[in-house]
């Protein structure tokens, strides 16, 4: 498996991953027009995407890192990055598909120079949270945040410093 940069020519399938990632979970059930924001997540540049390839060519699961902006979810300033939309192809699960994509963000931001990168997660997503706790994320709870009324989304950092 490689973790590399999405082509252009692999939006659409990457945004296809993303919400079959998130469907097989039932995580589209409280906000389903959150597949649209899915399937055009990075599409105008404003971050890193990253996917994982099989020897094949498969696209095994995507993430992509955000600089701080003022519209940042999570991140409070320039010093942070953002973790977005992690996903893994339900075939793909269990291959560490999920912890290679959030090692390369780790190691994305430490090569330029953020102190601290961030993320949220639904309360559900169980399996992602492993990958963080495990990784030496920590709860960031004064972050959480609701972004329909009755979903809050839990804040997770991890200090570079």
């Known amino acids: 498996m490689i973790i590399r940069r999405v082509r252009p020519e692999e939006r659409e399938a990457v945004g296809d991953l993303r919400v079959a990632a998130y469907e097989a979970d039932g995580m589209l059930k409280a906000g389903p027009d959150y597949a649209e924001v899915l399937r055009r997540l990075g599409a105008d540049g404003g971050g890193e995407v990253l996917v994982a390839e099989d020897a ?8 992509m890192l955000q600089d701080y902006r003022p519209s940042s979810e999570v991140a409070r300033g320039p010093e942070e990055t953002e973790v977005r939309a ?3 192809s339900p075939a793909a699960r ?3 598909v999920g912890r290679a994509l959030v090692e ?5 931001s430490a090569a330029e120079g953020a102190h601290r990168v961030v993320l949220s997660t639904q309360p559900t997503m169980a399996a992602a949270q492993r990958i963080y ?3 030496g994320f920590l709860r960031l ?3 959480d945040w609701e972004p329909l009324p ?4 839990l804040a997770y950092g991890l200090d570079l410093r």
């Open 56 to 63: 094949d060519g498969a696209l095994l699961g995507t993430v």
């Open 141 to 143: 709870p004064d972050r």
């Open 94 to 96: 269990g291959r560490g």
């Open 150 to 153: 009755g979903l809050t989304l």
């Open 133 to 135: 706790e495990r990784r």
């Open 104 to 108: 390369a963000v780790v190691e994305r």
């Open 86 to 88: 992690l996903a893994v």
